[in-house]
């Protein structure tokens, strides 16, 4: 009895190791993923009487040396983001996965937001071949041309497969992020005159805002003793409306909080209150 007695589909079965003249030993050594299959067939060996050996049963092995790969990244819908919304992500594998980890040391992925490098940290998974990672925008982030995903860190965890694989963490087919953008910067606005502190005609007061905001109307002001009009800008940053003074006495007007939004969502800051005596 010998190793070409030995039917091997998938591999290549090493010289017969003889235990005793009842038990042999082969390595097997599988050729490529997949199913591995042994046997013996009838008739290979025989006994002291010479009778042939009955046909054995079939030993059937799956062999899988492939690492698990990220085949996508879902990223966030495009738009702009603001301090406590919250950037999710999933990072997708071509096969099931089992991913290990101690409290503190979860996953995590990389982003970049600006210039600044934050982490999105694991929430779950969906189903057995998806992690999801999420980031929740704090003030002082912003990133106006688009965050970056960048790496998946195990952080102390491990991603295997079912055959102990250990996953390849390059994450492939991330999708575009150029307009998942980040603002947590609310406008300031300043008003302004040339007028003297004491006067008696209309005068013309500027609004200039920080930033180019949604168009500022004229209820959107704070005024006593006056009324508004011609209200004009010429790029959503520095707006001139006409005060008219209804009364002697003291005229003040101001922008207060949450009037206009910027690009991103934010509301202006309140302006400083001017005084103008008529």
């Given at each position: 009895?010998?190793?070409?007695?030995?039917?091997?589909?998938?591999?290549?079965?090493?010289?017969?190791?003889?235990?005793?003249?009842?038990?042999?030993?082969?390595t097997?050594?599988?050729?490529?993923?997949?199913?591995?299959?042994v046997?013996?067939?009838?008739?290979?060996?025989?006994?002291?009487?010479?009778?042939?050996?009955?046909?054995?049963?079939?030993?059937?092995?799956?062999?899988?040396?492939?690492?698990?790969?990220?085949?996508?990244?879902?990223?966030?819908a495009?738009?702009?983001?603001?301090?406590?919304?919250?950037?999710?992500?999933?990072?997708?594998?071509?096969?099931?996965?089992?991913?290990?980890?101690?409290p503190?040391?979860e996953?995590?992925l990389?982003?970049?937001?600006?210039?600044?490098t934050?982490?999105?940290?694991?929430?779950?998974?969906?189903?057995?071949?998806?992690?999801?990672?999420s980031?929740?925008?704090?003030?002082?982030?912003q990133?106006?041309?688009?965050?970056?995903?960048?790496?998946?860190?195990?952080?102390?965890?491990?991603?295997?497969?079912?055959?102990?694989?250990?996953?390849?963490?390059t994450?492939?087919?991330i999708?575009?992020?150029?307009?998942?953008?980040?603002?947590?910067?609310?406008?300031?606005?300043?008003?302004?005159?040339?007028?003297?502190?004491?006067?008696?005609?209309?005068?013309?007061?500027?609004?200039?805002?920080?930033?180019?905001?949604?168009?500022?109307?004229?209820?959107?002001?704070?005024?006593?003793?006056?009324?508004?009009?011609?209200?004009?800008?010429?790029?959503?940053?520095?707006?001139?409306?006409t005060v008219?003074p209804?009364?002697?006495?003291?005229?003040?007007?101001?922008?207060?909080?949450?009037?206009?939004v910027?690009i991103?969502?934010?509301?202006?800051?309140?302006s400083?209150?001017?005084?103008?005596?008529?």
């Open positions: 009895f010998n190793s070409d007695d030995v039917v091997v589909t998938n591999g290549n079965a090493s010289p017969v190791t003889v235990i005793d003249n009842a038990h042999y030993s082969i097997v050594l599988p050729t490529a993923d997949g199913v591995v299959t046997n013996i067939p009838a008739d290979v060996a025989q006994n002291i009487g010479h009778n042939g050996n009955t046909v054995s049963n079939t030993l059937s092995i799956t062999y899988d040396i492939t690492k698990p790969t990220v085949t996508s990244v879902t990223v966030p495009d738009k702009y983001y603001n301090a406590g919304q919250v950037l999710n992500f999933t990072v997708n594998f071509d096969e099931d996965i089992n991913l290990n980890y101690s503190g040391a996953p995590y990389t982003l970049t937001i600006g210039t600044a934050v982490h999105a940290t694991y929430a779950g998974a969906s189903g057995a071949r998806a992690l999801n990672f980031y929740t925008v704090v003030n002082g982030d990133d106006m041309d688009g965050i970056t995903v960048g790496t998946l860190v195990l952080n102390g965890s491990s991603i295997k497969d079912a055959a102990d694989n250990d996953a390849d963490l994450l492939n087919n999708g575009n992020t150029t307009q998942v953008r980040v603002n947590t910067t609310n406008p300031s606005v300043t008003l302004s005159s040339t007028a003297n502190a004491l006067i008696n005609a209309p005068f013309t007061v500027t609004a200039t805002f920080s930033e180019a905001v949604t168009i500022l109307t004229e209820s959107d002001f704070s005024v006593s003793n006056a009324t508004l009009s011609g209200l004009t800008s010429p790029d959503n940053i520095t707006f001139t409306v008219t209804t009364a002697d006495g003291p005229v003040s007007i101001q922008v207060p909080a949450n009037a206009v910027n991103g969502g934010n509301s202006n800051t309140p400083n209150t001017l005084f103008i005596f008529g």
